[in-house]
């Protein structure tokens, strides 16, 4: 299930272009706008994350999203930096794969999510990290997220895996449920701070 309006893939075209400027143009060390795609297998809720971050939505009937779609968010900082987050929520289907580096080339941030109910989920989230270990920038920003954190009674992977899999690869680890808005402005704080500050020339 998907959480937002999706694009086509083929309307998606038009836009690779725009893909793959990793930290983009107008950046100082307190403005940043940085490139954030979600990667996952189908269901695990990356839309439902960025609808709840962006929007304050929660949709339970919404589609599955289809190639990619994409959506902005800026947070300010204590330290009065702004962060403009250029979100590219990928398709998790399986037929969508091949597009998937489309959109992670030149990414500043990569948000690998998988469902705390279903161990596959969390396989096909180690999948992702190895093609990003393989083939992203090496400078990346990667956060693993366990989302459905509310559903705690239909648990399969627990918190302590997904941190000693995270630690194993360098990654921050958080849980969150888009449902209950719970961890997830945290995340996006969190991805925020760790961002890597251009020098003052």
Not at 27 to 53: E, M, T, Y
């Amino acid at each position: 299930m998907g959480c937002s309006s999706s694009l086509p893939a083929d309307r998606n075209s038009g836009r690779l272009g725009a893909l793959n400027s990793e930290v983009s143009g107008s950046n100082d060390a307190k403005n940043l706008r940085v490139k954030l795609v979600l990667l996952g297998d189908s269901g695990v809720g990356k839309s439902c994350i960025v609808l709840r971050f962006v929007r304050g939505q929660f949709d339970p009937t919404s589609k599955v999203t289809i190639g990619a779609s994409f959506l902005s968010q800026t947070i300010a900082l204590q330290d009065s930096t702004t962060v403009k987050f250029e979100i590219w929520d990928t398709a998790g289907q399986e037929r969508y794969a091949a597009l998937a580096p489309l959109y992670y080339r030149g990414a500043a941030v990569a948000v690998v999510v998988y469902d705390i109910t279903s161990s596959e989920s969390f396989d096909k989230a180690q999948y992702w990290v190895k093609e990003l270990q393989k083939h992203g920038s090496p400078n990346m920003v990667m956060t693993l997220v366990g989302n459905k954190a509310d559903l705690l009674e239909k648990r399969e992977v627990s918190v302590e895996d997904g941190m000693e899999y995270a630690e194993k690869n360098g990654m921050f680890f958080i849980e969150t449920s888009a449902k209950t808005a719970d961890n997830i402005n945290q995340l996006f704080e969190e991805i925020a701070k760790r961002l890597p500050r251009p020098t003052p020339s």
